[in-house]
Every structure is written in structure tokens, then in C-alpha cells.
T-cell receptor, first 110, second 111 residues
Framework: TQLLEQSPQFLSIQEGENLTVYCNSS?????LQWYRQEPGEGPVLLVT???GGEVKKLKRLTFQFGDARKDSSLHITAAQPGDTGLYLC??????????WGAGTKLIIKP | NAGVTQTPKFQVLKTGQSMTLQCAQD?????MYWYRQDPGMGLRLIYY???????DKGEVPNGYNVSRLNKREFSLRLESAAPSQTSVYFC??????????FGQGTRLTVV
């Protein structure tokens, strides 16, 4: 059974601080996606990483796919209150199915 | 720009009642999915449909049935609701393995 473990489960920090969220597995994924979910809404895709070692940047967010394609990280620089939300990682498991992590609930305090 | 539309948004059922959750997408995607989301457990796949005319079980299919009515619509039915089915249900669609588009969710409470 493929599993994705996210850490930390919960993070509350002050505006302007930096943070990193991790997504780890013992399985290899052909691609990995990061989503953000706001209260009362469905998840929205932030980025997809495909190649081992790949780094993608989305403004203040930096996403990295591990060399072995088993893990990924999301780093936020100078966090803003608008970054508050639930961050979910999902790994492609074949047949268009995704394996989901349990999520990291992020709160950025002004 | 509707994307994925789910109805209803909220529902309260009594144990043993039945209901159907509706989902429609206007992006001409082949694949559609039903997930449930419970606190601390992420999204769990109930059923999916890789293309019109096909449906397959996901991780947690017991107690549910689905119908892929046409390319746009994918419904989820609870025949005899149980308190363990209290959850938030999300419908999603995709054309590639790299991006899923989600509806706003249905918040279901079974009492």
C-alpha cells in the first residue's frame, strides 16, 4: 500500500517567517502534486513536479521533488496571512489515481 | 466558468435514509472521481470513472454506488446512510494525471 506522510500536521507562525512542509513516502511516484485548500472549498492545484531533483518556484513558494522521487518539500518565504490554508500533497499512483497525504494545516498570524 | 459543480452543498440524513450526490463538469474531462475527506485522514477515493461507461472501486467503496450518467455527470448514491458516512464529499475531474479539478464539496451529516 502506497502512503504519503505529511509533516508537520499543524503549523502556526507569524507573518514574515519562513517555513517548510514535508511529504514523504517509501514508494516511488512518477509525479507529485501540491494543492492548497481553503475552508469550505475544494483543493486547488499549486504545482506538479515530475523529475527527480526538480525545483519549481511559484512567487514565494518553492517546491522540490526528491532525487529518488519518494519525497517532496514546500518552502514558503516570508509567509503572508493569505498563505493560510490546508496544504495537501498527492502522488500519482497510476490509472489517474492519486495517493493523498493527510495535509498540513497552516495558519499565518498577522 | 463553472468547472465542477456539486449538489447539494449541505445535507443531514437520518440513519437508514438514502440519497444521491450529484456532480457535473463542463471541462470535457474523461476521468471523474468521488472522494471523502475526514479530519486528519486526507482525501480517500471512493469510486472513480476513467472514461464514460466505466466505473471502478477506490479505497473505501463499501456503502456507496456510483453512476457515470454521461461524460459530464457522475453521481454517488448512499443506499442506507450510516453515521460513519458523515464526512465532506468531493467530486473531481481530470484529463491528465497531473491535475485534478475539484468541486466545492458536500457536507453530509448522518444522525
Amino acid at each position: 500500500t502506497q502512503l504519503l506522510e505529511q509533516s508537520p500536521q499543524f503549523l502556526s507562525i507569524q507573518e514574515g517567517e519562513n517555513l517548510t512542509v514535508y511529504c514523504n513516502s517509501s514508494s516511488v511516484f512518477s509525479s507529485l502534486q501540491w494543492y492548497r485548500q481553503e475552508p469550505g472549498e475544494g483543493p486547488v492545484l499549486l504545482v506538479t513536479v515530475v523529475t527527480g531533483g526538480e525545483v519549481k518556484k511559484l512567487k514565494r513558494l518553492t517546491f522540490q521533488f526528491g532525487d529518488a522521487r519518494k519525497d517532496s518539500s514546500l518552502h514558503i518565504t516570508a509567509a503572508q496571512p493569505g498563505d493560510t490554508g490546508l496544504y495537501l500533497c498527492a502522488g500519482e499512483a497510476g490509472d489517474y489515481q492519486l495517493i493523498w497525504g493527510a495535509g498540513t494545516k497552516l495558519i499565518i498570524k498577522p | 466558468n463553472a468547472g465542477v459543480t456539486q449538489t447539494p452543498k449541505f445535507q443531514v440524513l437520518k440513519t437508514g435514509q438514502s440519497m444521491t450526490l450529484q456532480c457535473a463538469q463542463d471541462m470535457n474531462h474523461n476521468s471523474m472521481y468521488w472522494y471523502r475527506q475526514d479530519p486528519g485522514m486526507g482525501l480517500r477515493l471512493i469510486y472513480y470513472s476513467a472514461s464514460e461507461g466505466t466505473t471502478d472501486k477506490g479505497e473505501v467503496p463499501n456503502g456507496y454506488n456510483v453512476s457515470r450518467l454521461n461524460k459530464r455527470e457522475f453521481s454517488l448514491r448512499l443506499e442506507s446512510a450510516a453515521p460513519s458516512q458523515t464526512s465532506v464529499y468531493f467530486c473531481a475531474s481530470s484529463e491528465t494525471a497531473y491535475e485534478a479539478f475539484f468541486g466545492q464539496g458536500t457536507r453530509l451529516t448522518v444522525v
